[in-house]
C-alpha cells in the first residue's frame, strides 16, 4: 500500500454506484466502447484528479478525493505508445486542430505535453488506436473540460490488474492533487484519527463504507480523518450507494452526532439501487430513509470524539456518500504493478 504503484492501482477500482440507476448494475470494466458514467453530484467541488488505465482502457475521474466518473478511453496504438507518468494539463482549446496529424479535429483538447500528447474527444473501437494521445467520447470529454483547469493533475498508468480486483470496486482516490499517493489509514483497528493540518479549508467530503465499517473524511481531497464504523442491526437492510447533501437550516430533534447541538437537514439521491433483496425480503433494495444521518435510531455508531469534530466540519453541501461497497482495496501482495514515473511533460 505504500508504493506510488499499489496506489495506481486503487485508481483502476471504481465505486460500482457510477451504473445507472435504470440500468443493471456493471463495473468499470462492463463498458462498451464509448460508454461512460459521470456523477458530479457525488462531489460538486475540490480538486480534479484523473486517472487514465492503459491495460483497462478506462479513466477514472476524481473530485475532491472521490470518484465521479468513468469513462472507456483509445489510447496510442503500438509504436505510437501512450506514455505512463504523473502528468498535469498544460493547454485547453476547445476546438483545437492537430498541428501533426492533417489538422485533425481534437475537440475539447487537453494538452498533457509540449510534443502532442493530450486528451480530447475522438473515435473509440474499443482498443488502442491513437498516435499516443488519449480519446474519450466526445460527450464525457465536454464534461471532463468543463470541470478542469490548467495545472491538474492527470496520472496515466499501464499498471497490470486482475479483473478479480474489480468484483468489488472501491470508491477513494489513490493519489492527491499534485499526483502523490495519498496516506488513506486501511480499513480496521478501534482508534480514529483527525488531523487539520494537511487542509485547514476546502471543501468536505465524507464516505461511509459499510463493508469496510469505516468512515473517511477528506477536505479539499486530501484525508483528514477517518474512524471505525459499529453497525447496529438495521445496517444490514441498507444495499447499494446513496448520496447525502446536507441542506439550509436545523432539524428539530438533536444530532446523533453532538446531543448538544441540533440536527442538520439531509436530502437523499440514490445513485444505485443494489438489486439484491434484503435477507429477511421486507426491506426493498436501496430504500434508506431520508434522515438516516441524523435519527435517534441509526443503526451506525462513531466515537465520541470523531462525532463531535465531524459536526463542526459540517457545512450546507457537504456530501456523504454511504454505500455498502469498501472505500479501499489494497493489492494482493503477489501482484506487482510497474511503477507510473514522473514525467517532465
Known amino acids: 500500500m505504500g508504493s506510488v504503484a499499489r496506489w495506481m492501482m486503487a485508481a483502476l477500482l471504481l465505486v460500482a454506484g457510477l451504473a445507472l ?8 470494466l462492463g463498458l462498451e466502447p464509448g460508454e461512460f458514467r459521470w456523477h458530479p453530484e457525488i462531489a460538486p467541488s475540490g480538486p480534479v484528479v484523473l486517472v487514465v488505465s492503459l491495460d483497462q482502457q478506462r479513466a477514472y475521474v476524481y473530485r475532491n478525493g472521490i470518484v465521479i466518473g468513468v469513462s472507456t478511453i483509445s489510447s496510442g496504438k503500438p509504436g505510437k505508445d501512450t506514455p505512463t507518468g504523473v502528468f498535469t494539463i498544460l493547454q485547453k482549446n476547445k476546438d483545437h486542430k492537430s498541428n501533426l496529424y ?5 475537440p475539447y483538447m487537453q494538452r498533457l505535453t509540449w510534443d502532442g500528447i493530450a486528451l480530447h474527444g475522438g473515435a473509440l473501437p474499443g482498443y488502442p488506436a491513437s498516435h499516443g494521445c488519449v480519446r ?4 464525457f470529454a465536454a464534461k471532463l473540460f468543463g470541470i478542469t483547469r490548467n495545472g491538474d493533475t492527470v496520472v496515466v498508468t499501464d499498471a497490470r490488474a ?3 480486483n474489480l468484483v468489488y470496486p472501491a470508491v477513494l482516490a489513490p493519489v492527491s492533487a499534485s499526483g502523490a499517493p495519498l ?3 486501511e480499513a480496521g483497528g478501534p482508534g480514529y484519527s483527525w488531523d487539520d493540518a494537511p487542509a485547514p ?3 468536505v467530503g465524507i464516505v461511509v463504507s459499510l463493508a469496510d465499517q469505516r468512515v473517511y473524511v477528506l477536505r479539499g481531497g486530501v484525508p483528514v480523518g477517518e474512524a471505525p464504523l459499529e453497525l447496529g442491526p438495521g445496517a444490514a437492510d441498507f444495499h447499494g450507494t446513496t448520496l447525502f447533501v446536507m441542506g439550509e437550516g436545523s432539524s428539530a430533534r438533536a444530532s446523533m452526532l453532538d446531543p448538544e447541538r441540533p440536527g442538520h437537514r439531509w436530502t437523499a439521491y440514490p445513485i444505485l439501487d443494489d438489486p439484491r433483496p434484503a435477507a429477511d425480503g421486507s426491506v426493498a433494495a436501496g430504500q434508506v430513509p431520508l434522515d438516516l444521518l441524523e435519527q435517534p435510531s441509526l443503526p451506525v455508531r462513531l466515537p465520541e470524539g470523531f ?7 459540517l457545512v450546507p453541501g ?4 454511504v454505500t455498502d461497497l469498501p472505500a479501499l482495496r489494497p493489492l494482493d501482495d503477489e501482484q506487482e504493478p510497474q511503477p507510473v514515473l514522473e514525467s517532465d511533460g
Not at 136 to 139: G, M
Not at 318 to 321: D, G
Open 201 to 203: 479549508a476546502g471543501q
Open 183 to 185: 496516506a488513506i489509514p
Open 318 to 321: 457537504t456530501t456523504v456518500l
Open 102 to 106: 492533417n489538422n485533425a479535429p481534437m
Open 21 to 28: 440507476a435504470q440500468d443493471a448494475p456493471r463495473g468499470p
Open 162 to 164: 486482475a479483473p478479480t
Open 307 to 313: 462525532s463531535q469534530r465531524l459536526y463542526a466540519a
Open 136 to 139: 474519450l467520447p466526445h460527450p
